[in-house]
């Protein structure tokens, strides 16, 4: 369900198929199974490109999990969600509560950005 | 050109296996009134709200007793009228569970009805606590966004 690859302190996550009541409680666990498996990782990249279908049961992890992110100083962000879930996030109010990105590549370059400000 | 009136009626387990399935029956059923891909994405959307809505409050396990989801979908001349129907609990206070951020349930965000309010062009709620709920959806095509 979910492929994982760590670059740096920043965890990206691939997410695919359709999230919702079905499957909510199985991608909550599979994803705090990863976040607590990498106690080190400051920032959470869910790319959902090949997310095809998402409702307020699926936005429902990712606000618990943001709130878990930033628990530990850190934060989740999303990178290229498809017309359907960028719909979806906009109607909810996502983007105002965690950063959303077009691109995988534009989400690890904001965030390595980010990073290097708040060393400052 | 006016659309020919059509009806369907579908009954499936509340079960969340089955909001794939209604999603789907809901979009291929509007399909042929002149819906763009966005506008049947959020029929989909609104009505996995509303499928998701009864399975997780209109019948708690203490209930025993069939849990079924009824899916009436009609079109006239202004679209297709989606309702979902069940025979559950019921909400005894219609104006509070359509309140944004209301839930009876802490791992769900209490925005289903806020999300089918703005995806529907019209959304009616009716409700008897003991006998069921009915939430009736009116989707016209071209509304844009």
């Known amino acids: 369900m979910i492929r994982c690859t760590l670059y740096g302190k920043s965890l990206v996550l691939e997410v695919a198929g359709e999230l919702d009541l079905n499957n909510a409680e199985e991608f909550r666990t599979a994803l705090d199974s990863l976040i607590d498996s990498h106690p080190d990782v400051r920032q959470v990249v869910l790319c959902m490109d090949q997310v095809t279908f998402i409702d307020s049961s699926g936005i429902g992890v990712l606000f618990g999990r943001q709130r878990r992110m930033a628990s530990r100083g850190g934060a989740l962000s999303i990178a290229s969600p498809g017309p359907q879930a960028r719909r979806a996030l906009d109607l909810l109010g996502v983007p105002s509560i965690m950063r959303v990105y077009d691109s995988r590549e534009q989400a690890l370059a904001a965030e390595a950005e980010v990073r290097k400000c708040t060393r400052k | ?145």
Request: proline share 4%; aromatic share 4%; charged share 15%.
């Open chain 2, 1 to 145: 050109m006016h659309a020919k009136v059509n009806h369907a009626r579908v009954e499936f387990d509340a079960i969340p296996g089955n909001l794939g399935f209604a999603r789907v029956a809901a979009a291929s059923f509007a399909a042929s009134l002149g819906f763009t891909v966005e506008e049947l994405e959020d029929i989909k959307l609104a009505v996995s709200e509303a499928v998701s809505n009864c399975i997780v409050h209109a019948y708690p396990k203490s209930n025993s007793g069939p849990a079924k989801v009824r899916m009436n979908m009609e079109t006239s001349e202004s679209g297709v009228t989606i309702s979902i129907e069940d025979t559950g609990v019921g909400i005894a206070d219609i104006a509070a569970a359509r309140t944004p951020g209301m839930t009876t349930d802490s791992q769900r965000l209490g925005m289903g009805f806020t999300l089918m309010e703005a995806l529907a062009n019209s959304l009616s709620v009716t409700s008897e606590p003991g006998a069921g709920t009915c939430v009736a959806m009116l989707f016209s095509p071209g509304r844009g966004g």
